[in-house]
């Protein structure tokens, strides 16, 4: 289900060819992934504001279909890619946004004193998806008279029959609670505390990065011969840094967890214009990026389990969820400063002292993490 779910993260496989075929530039080009990450978070803080009116097993089938269709969908749009933003962007971000918390709160009810660990196997295969996803569409892309359409309407149709049907397997134990995974929380309870926003702006910072790097992931190689094995290493990274990064949470504290992650993401960035001059250098950066990208999506779910407790965790994370409105600008404005000057030096500068900045803020607030809510 996740790995299906993750297929935008395969996008950086979609963009060269969507270039050639539409005479677009890299930023627009990014439009359908940058509005995915906008829509997918609006509507899981949505969700969250409705959280005992849609039971889990239902969102996941509806997000399964509205994902799968979406995709179809796109694959009928090719003389007019604001069509296929629509489509990729806004109705897949939906789906997206229903399905992705279902498997991740099921698997917190079930082993609640694994948190970390838990959250980022049910999370791993959005990441690692791309990893096979992205081949998938390689190869399809190479086939004589394939275009990225035909593509993305092969791909969404595997979606439909996958989604939808995983989505049913999705139950609580027998002795959970009714309505545990979605339990209210008054909204001034969270959003008024300092600990809710310095999990935003970390989680912000870290979102950033990750989809800055993502999305443009095939353009920071100095050839295409360098470029085609950058997303499955990325992604398969990424699915094993979400599993680590969560055994790692699960045996220190909070604020101690986040700020490694950020620290791990500003020496790498740092270093970053050193590795992007050769083949070799380029693939450590994109395994580096996605392993820690990975922590970024595991170390914050753990927080808000942590300190909201694990009832209030799907109503809690659709909230924070929200940081990706902020984060979301960071693939389409690097491709922009890419466009402008041919290198993406400047935004990476940029992510390493947001990076910096967020570790310092996280470890200075760690009184306010550490304190569960009550």
Known sequence: MQICLGATYSWAVYVAPLRESSGLGQAAVQAPFAIFYYV????????????????????AVVGGLLFGGAWVAAGFTAQDFRLTTLCIGVLGGIGAGFAYLVPVATAVAWFPRHKGLVTGIAIAGFGGGAA???WVADRLLDLPGWTPYDVLRA??????????LA????????DAVPG????????????????????????SAGLAAGLAINGNLRQLGASAADAVSLVPLFALSNAAGRILWGAFADRV???SSIAANLVAWTLLLAVAPMLLGSAAGLKIFAAASGFVYGGVLVVHPVAVARRWGAAAFMRVYGWLAAAHFLAALAPPLAGRAFDLTGS??????????????AAVLVWRGRPALETPAG
């Open 253 to 255: 504290r909070t604020a």
């Open 167 to 174: 989505g049913l397997a999705m139950r609580l134990p027998p």
């Open 155 to 164: 791909m969404g149709v595997v979606f439909l029959a996958i989604v939808p």
């Open 344 to 357: 993406f030096a400047a935004p990476l500068v940029a992510l390493a002292v947001a990076a910096a900045l």
């Open 132 to 134: 096979l996803l992205g």
């Open 180 to 203: 545990a995974a979605t339990a209210r929380i008054a909204a001034r309870a969270v959003l008024g505390r300092g600990a809710f926003w310095i999990l935003f702006l970390t989680f």
């Open 40 to 59: 997918f978070p609006l509507t899981m803080a949505v969700l969250a504001s409705v959280p005992d009116r849609i039971p889990p097993r239902v969102k």
